[in-house]
């Protein structure tokens, strides 16, 4: 089963009697590490009340197009973008009809309209409804839309019939959700990823660092495992916990950084250098604290080794990404390192302003590579990871097709 850990969802309830079912769903996902929201329509509430959805889940239950704790009132766009994926379950036949139609006349069905992350149902009705034309049409539209559709079950329902209709159970919903986040795009494939600062020792307390937090490269190394690549993490020092389903290896200084990704680099596939390693070091580090005596203090600094270029002059190599903070000029410094690195891509984005660079939740990038430029706008950097490695894996099997139409000619 795939890991729901540090993920967002959002649980839509709808009018049905396998309502009751969806309190023991919320707590389900949230044993898996996930964070759950609850939106819930009109009749979903004579079902089961949004108390108990609220008392379970932790968090505020929504039902309504605009409410009193919206910051702009628009609720379905907020919740659209705060969701890595969305759960209705159950999901009635009268909402699987007008999510098919692209009705947006309710909170629920406005944010499935709204939202970019995977979406699925989960149907629960009476069997003659769920073997009804009109239902099984409306269904088809949804999977030619990548609406996935968990279930139904089969077995006794409570209007006494017997036939397909029943609501998975919870723990099957939990980790079909799980599963959402699996895409297998890099299947089979190893990836190797550094993340966080570097530390570089003036003495035993002092050293030469920066504001990287890691939380970036975490996401990416996280959203290269969830598409099913091996994936090694070569951290820096980062407050971050290591990450699940993924080899993290720890490190502190820029040549200890160096040494880690060349001593698994020849096994990987593509390279993504995430880390803000440091340009430079001491050229020598005191055994003991040094002692403020003096009024000034001078450091003689020596460069320290180019990890991304040096990954870059492999023979062969592996598809190598870069990334560029930077505080001005973000396009050209980016397209400068590009080239003067031999990259296949570089990621950039501007540090110092809200909601972009270090020490945020949110990021932007603006992706550079030989053919173009693409933007990837503000967002969570979980969600902005995902993006990212779905972009990369267009482009590393492009460039395996020329390589290999090259090798043909």
Request: aromatic share 4%.
């Amino acid at each position: 089963m795939g890991t729901l850990t540090n993920k967002r969802i959002l649980l839509g309830v709808t009018g049905g009697i396998a309502a009751y079912k969806s309190a023991d769903l919320v707590r389900r996902l949230r044993d898996t590490g996930s964070t759950v929201r609850c939106v819930m329509t009109r009749t979903a509430t004579d079902f089961i009340t949004p108390l108990t959805m609220q008392a379970v889940s932790g968090q505020p239950v929504h039902t309504a197009m605009v409410s009193d704790e919206s910051k702009t009132g628009m609720e379905h766009i907020e919740l659209a973008r705060w969701a890595d994926a969305v759960l209705v379950a159950p999901a009635s036949a009268d909402f699987i009809a007008r999510l098919a139609q692209g009705r947006a006349d309710d909170l629920l069905s406005a944010v499935c309209l709204a939202t970019a992350a995977p979406l699925a149902v989960a149907p629960a009705m009476n069997q003659q409804m769920w073997l009804n034309p009109a239902t099984q049409s409306n269904l088809l539209t949804l999977r030619r839309r990548a609406v996935r559709v968990f279930g139904p079950a089969e077995g006794s329902q409570a209007c006494g019939d017997v036939g397909p209709g029943r609501l998975l159970e919870p723990t099957e919903l939990a980790a079909l959700t799980a599963q959402l986040f699996e895409t297998g795009e890099l299947d089979g494939l190893t990836v190797v990823v550094t993340a966080g600062p570097t530390w570089e020792a003036i003495d035993p307390v002092r050293g030469l660092t920066n504001k990287s937090s890691g939380r970036m490269g975490y996401a990416v190394a996280q959203a290269a495992a969830e598409a099913g690549a091996k994936t090694i993490l070569v951290s820096g020092p980062t407050a971050l916990p290591d990450p699940e389903r993924m080899r993290v290896v720890r490190v502190t200084s820029a040549q200890e950084m160096h040494a880690a990704v060349h001593a698994h680099i020849r096994e990987a596939h593509l390279f993504i250098g995430v880390a803000a390693v440091a340009d430079y070091r001491p050229v020598q580090s005191a055994p003991q604290k040094l002692k403020k005596d003096a009024g000034h203090m001078t450091l003689e600094l020596i460069k320290n080794p180019d990890i991304l270029a040096s990954v870059a002059a492999l023979t062969p190599r592996p598809f190598t990404v870069g990334f560029a903070a930077e505080t001005e000029n973000i396009e050209q410094n980016a397209r400068k390192k590009l080239v003067k690195k031999h990259l296949d891509l570089v990621c950039a984005n501007r540090v110092g302003v809200p909601g972009s660079g270090f020490e945020t939740d949110t990021n932007s990038l603006l992706l550079i590579d030989h053919e173009g430029v693409t933007e990837l706008p503000t967002a969570e950097k979980h969600q902005l990871a995902r993006a990212l490695i779905h972009h990369i894996m267009g482009k590393y099997h492009a460039a395996q097709k020329r390589q290999q139409a090259e090798g043909r000619t």
